[in-house]
T-cell receptor
Framework: AQTVTQSQPEMSVQEAETVTLSCTYDTSESNYYLFWYKQPPSRQMILVIRQEAYKQQNATENRFSVNFQKAAKSFSLKISDSQLGDTAMYFCAFMKRGSQGNLIFGKGTKLSVKP | GAGVSQTPSNKVTEKGKYVELRCDPISGHTALYWYRQSLGQGPEFLIYFQGTGAADDSGLPNDRFFAVRPEGSVSTLKIQRTERGDSAVYLC????????????????FGEGSWLTVV
């Protein structure tokens, strides 16, 4: 079975600074996808960034980038130039290729961006 | 509609009662998913529909839980004989086709139905 671990229950960062959220996972699969989702108080899960395991290049989306270390089974999220609107819960998720949207989530990290 | 719509937003029910939660996916999306998010946890997969049929119901915790999608659009999650442990946010999501994580098949989530069993 696959597991996803987020070891930081809470993090805080000053506005405009950079913060990194950690995620590790355990799997015996070779083909899979990794995701970071943001959940603001509205409860809606919003996709931040995705990574295909077969791609060595780290994914980037504007201020968001990942550090994907496949051998170490690590998938951290870096948020640059943090904004007040980035305040939310962040969830790391794993999906085995072919599992039809069966995402396995970590417990989340609560990020607070302070003015 | 513009996004995934879920009703009710909040529901309080007594232990032992029957509950229905409704999900209206994004128009044209053939894949629909239900997740359950307990307090302090990440969402857990319950069931996946492709069209009208339940393609994967491996996440349903027991036979008190059942979901339908009779016309391939709106879905209803049904919980019989509710227990206090069923209290959670129930999230619905949809995607254009079954998601393989590719950029063309992003899973879009609704805002969830917060169920409290007292």
């Amino acid at each position: 079975a696959q597991t996803v671990t987020q070891s930081q229950p809470e993090m805080s960062v000053q506005e405009a600074e950079t913060v990194t959220l950690s995620c590790t996972y355990d799997t015996s699969e070779s083909n899979y996808y990794l995701f970071w989702y943001k959940q603001p108080p509205s409860r809606q899960m919003i996709l931040v960034i995705r990574q295909e395991a077969y791609k060595q290049q780290n994914a980037t989306e504007n201020r968001f980038s990942v550090n994907f270390q496949k051998a170490a089974k690590s998938f951290s999220l870096k948020i640059s130039d943090s904004q007040l609107g980035d305040t939310a819960m962040y969830f790391c998720a794993f999906m085995k290729r072919g599992s039809q949207g069966n995402l396995i989530f970590g417990k989340g990290t609560k990020l607070s961006v302070k003015p | 509609g513009a996004g995934v719509s879920q009703t009710p937003s909040n529901k309080v029910t007594e232990k032992g009662k029957y509950v229905e939660l409704r999900c209206d996916p994004i128009s044209g999306h053939t894949a629909l998913y239900w997740y359950r998010q307990s307090l302090g946890q990440g969402p857990e997969f319950l069931i996946y529909f492709q069209g009208t049929g339940a393609a994967d119901d491996s996440g349903l915790p027991n036979d008190r839980f059942f979901a339908v999608r009779p016309e391939g659009s709106v879905s209803t999650l049904k919980i019989q004989r509710t227990e206090r442990g069923d209290s959670a946010v129930y999230l619905c999501a949809s995607s254009p086709t079954r998601s393989e994580g590719s950029s063309g098949n992003t899973i879009y989530f609704g805002e969830g139905s917060w169920l409290t069993v007292v």
